[in-house]
């Protein structure tokens, strides 16, 4: 259980995280370069893969300890990605405040790739918003998601979009 100032620290962390610093690491272009991205993937397999970005968690979820992947879990639902026609849905979730990446699978998906392959996603993210790369990092995860997705759900044909392209900013 967390101490009293972690608990501080965590909130304040997220308090204090500004949706002007939000737009900085994505501004209107990488969404738009993002959205573009998403969609010619989609085109090649049957996944549905959507991007939220989070400046921060709510004051009280960030100083109750939700976990990055707790959050990730409740969009997932929050957002209908697991509602998608062959169970395809794909949620990559970006924590800014704290500079995490979590990705939940429907279970269609999961089926077919394991938590260490995400994990690794996750890691080109993190890795690259350490430099300050937000554009990049991003737009080369979604790549490796639409390279695994073409593997294992490749396209069968022309299909309907479910999930909207473009990123969510919260």
Known sequence: MASFGQKMGRAWRHWRSSAREAKQAFPDETLDA???AIDLGERTHRGEVRLIVEKSLPLEA???GVTNRQRALGLFADYGVWDTEDNCGVLIYVNLAEHKVDIVADRGIDRKIDAATWQAVCRTMTDGFRQGR????TLAAVGQ????LRQHFPSS???ANELPDRPLML
């Open 157 to 159: 044909g022309e299909r």
């Open 134 to 137: 937000f554009h990049d990092a």
């Open 145 to 148: 998601v639409n390279d695994l």
């Open 34 to 36: 993002i959205a573009e």
């Open 62 to 64: 960030a100083w109750e």
